[in-house]
């Protein structure tokens, strides 16, 4: 019998299931035991948030490397390649090693059926069992309380904002959401918080949990380039472009206080040159300054206006905009006003969640609707409309960046 490759073990994830999101831990623990992944795990961070993962993960990652730990790192959705998922030292893991933990997945979970992030999360797990990483960052999927990395106990949490997204399935309120963030967290292990305005919700359930908190603005603070933590000491930090601050605080927050880690300026000295891909990445195609932001909810979308406005050009903001139907789309277009000056609005029919740019077109009373399509359609129309001192920013939803990176892939590696 012939091994499916990494493409056809994804297309058989995304079937496994009856329902794309299934929160619950139930089929995930029993699988992750048959498999041995909760025995013994490495020491674990796992961090939660409604926006700032990404950034707080990615930090941690490259200092633990950097000092010499071997660092399994897990962050979703990809943008290009499945692969992005599951890193190692900063390093992609390989289609093998990916193929080899689902068989392994698929030899012990009998009649269980998985979700394709929890089995991505298995996966995850299993690659850094074997790889022997002395510490594994764990980027929650969507909420925390239900969400899979929570079957393990956490050494370290990072709570980094609580925003309303994921209503459907987290509650209405950011009380509500909150709760389910504060899931994470573990009684007489560190949790760090980097939300400036915690519902009062959250402050009374880490209380109750007995979790060592250190809360931002109360415990410790970001100032310029500088972080005081909570244990007294100060580090200069060169913040990386298009991370928040805050997010970057976090992050040397949770090291100063990882059990075992001793945390040295020397480490952060290089946090300058760290990057999340698509998060306020600016990159340069076909002659024109394209930005491109995972901005997908009213809260990120607000910070991405906020640098918009911080960093004017002397011509248009032209925005490519695709989004999913179940995000606050109201909101989201609100905290652009003034802001974009022409919007084209990508076709996402391939994803059963998108918004028809139609219906999106109907929300944008009063704003220039220049173009509707799919994303090669609509690129070569904008780049034909923007002129020098024009930008064009492409935003929304991971699947409008993700396919916006890879004509840019496609495009360099045919010399464009």
């Known amino acids: 019998m012939s091994r499916l490759s990494l493409s056809e073990w994804l297309e058989a994830l995304q079937s496994q299931h009856p329902w794309e999101i299934d929160l619950g831990l139930d089929r995930v623990s029993a699988v992750a035991d048959a498999m041995g992944l909760r025995a013994a795990p490495p020491l674990t961070i796992t961090v939660a948030g409604t926006n700032g993962k990404g950034s707080v993960v990615s930090v941690l990652s490259r200092v633990l490397s950097d000092s010499g730990l071997c660092v399994g790192r897990y962050m979703s959705p990809h943008l290009l390649r499945f692969n992005e998922r599951i890193c190692i030292n900063e390093r992609e893991v390989d289609d093998a090693g990916l193929v080899a933990a689902f068989e392994a997945i698929e030899q012990k979970r009998g009649d269980v059926s998985l979700t394709y992030f929890e089995a991505a999360t298995l996966a995850a797990l299993y690659i850094f069992h074997a790889r022997q990483v002395d510490v594994q960052i764990l980027e929650v999927g969507l909420g925390g309380r239900l969400d899979a990395v929570n079957i393990l106990d956490a050494d370290l949490t990072v709570i980094t904002s609580i925003g309303m997204d994921h209503t459907d399935w987290l509650g209405d309120d950011r009380s509500q959401i909150a709760l389910e963030k504060a899931g994470v967290a573990r009684g007489g292990q560190p949790c760090v918080v980097a939300e400036p305005d915690p519902p009062p919700s959250l402050v009374a359930y880490l209380t109750s949990l007995g979790a060592e908190v250190s809360w931002i603005n109360q415990d410790w603070r970001v100032e310029a380039d500088r972080v005081h933590t909570s244990g007294g000491e ?32 020397a480490l952060l000295e290089a946090l300058s040159s760290v990057s999340v891909q698509g998060r306020l990445s600016l990159q340069r195609f076909e002659g024109k300054d394209v930005l491109l932001d995972v901005a997908h909810n009213a809260e990120s979308v607000a910070q991405l206006s906020r640098y918009l406005s911080d960093h004017p050009v002397a011509g248009k903001t032209r925005a490519l905009f695709g989004v999913m139907g179940d995000k606050p789309i109201h909101d989201m277009i609100h905290n652009c006003s003034g802001i974009i000056d022409e919007w084209n609005l990508i076709d996402l029919s391939h994803v059963p969640r998108a918004m028809a740019p139609q219906d999106v077109a109907s929300l944008l009373q009063g704003e220039h609707v220049a173009d509707m399509g799919v994303f090669s359609d609509l690129w070569p129309m904008v780049r034909a409309r923007t002129a020098e001192h024009d930008r064009v920013i492409v935003f929304g939803s991971f699947f409008s960046v993700g396919e916006a990176l890879a004509m840019m892939d496609t495009g360099s590696k045919n010399g464009d």
């Open 234 to 265: 100060t580090y200069g930090v060169s913040p990386p472009a298009g991370l928040l601050p805050q997010n970057v605080g976090a992050a040397v927050e949770a090291l100063s206080r990882l059990p075992g880690f001793s945390l040295s300026p």
